[in-house]
């Protein structure tokens, strides 16, 4: 090889080097791992699963006796339930008005329908044999079985119907 040859051969190896050595600066390697990250992040990362909603607990129409809705009066969490002209509502979103502590506790886990009629929060409105017969209401007034209507219809736009309430004795004949 002649001089010429030889100063070319050198020439280029050392452009080799140099070019080398201006690729991997520590700022392309920033970029390169910059651009790394983003195709990873777009076309490789596994999406998570799409979160369904949590499916709301199946409600189950049940038959009561003033004697099994007692316990729902919403103590350690338990639902409240009142009940309405024969029907079981649940009026547990409205546990500020019914839940311990709450200024309608007395209607929870009991058959609300006179002490609403008469808008009265008396003891005497609730029955009290919970092993008798249901309150039959008849003595009401034209005005109070109004006011009990308002209620009802207020009930039917927020609650969930859940079950109805018998008389102990009634649950079989009901089925
Ligand atoms: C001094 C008299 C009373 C006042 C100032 C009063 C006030 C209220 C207020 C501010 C609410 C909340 C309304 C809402 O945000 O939807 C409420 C709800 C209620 N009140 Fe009264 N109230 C009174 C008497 C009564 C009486 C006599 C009864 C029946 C015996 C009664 C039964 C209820 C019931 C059942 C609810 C809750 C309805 C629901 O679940 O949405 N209130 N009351």
Not at 41 to 56: G, N
Not at 64 to 81: A, H, M
Not at 131 to 145: A, N, R, V
Request: hydrophobic share 35%; aromatic share 12%.
């Amino acid at each position: 090889m002649d001089y010429v040859q030889q100063r070319v051969a050198q020439f280029a190896s050392n452009a080799d080097t140099s070019s080398n050595n201006t690729l991997f600066t520590p700022l392309n390697g920033l970029l390169l791992s910059v651009l790394l990250y983003t195709a990873y992040a777009f076309f490789l990362r596994p999406t998570p699963p799409p979160q369904l909603p949590k499916e709301e607990p199946a409600i189950v129409f049940r038959t009561f006796t003033p004697r099994t809705l007692l316990p729902y009066n919403g103590e350690d969490g338990k639902p409240v339930y009142l009940a309405v002209r024969g029907r079981v509502f649940d009026v547990s979103r409205g546990r500020n008005f019914y839940g311990p502590g709450g200024p309608y506790a007395n209607f929870a886990g009991r058959d609300a329908s006179r002490g609403l009629a008469c808008g009265s929060f008396a003891e005497d409105m609730l029955t009290k044999d919970l092993d008798g017969p249901l309150d039959t209401l008849e003595d009401l007034g034209p005005s109070e079985l109004e006011a009990l209507r308002g209620w009802e219809e207020r009930f039917e736009e927020k609650y969930l119907v859940v079950g109805k309430l018998v008389a102990v004795g009634e649950e079989e004949k009901d089925k």
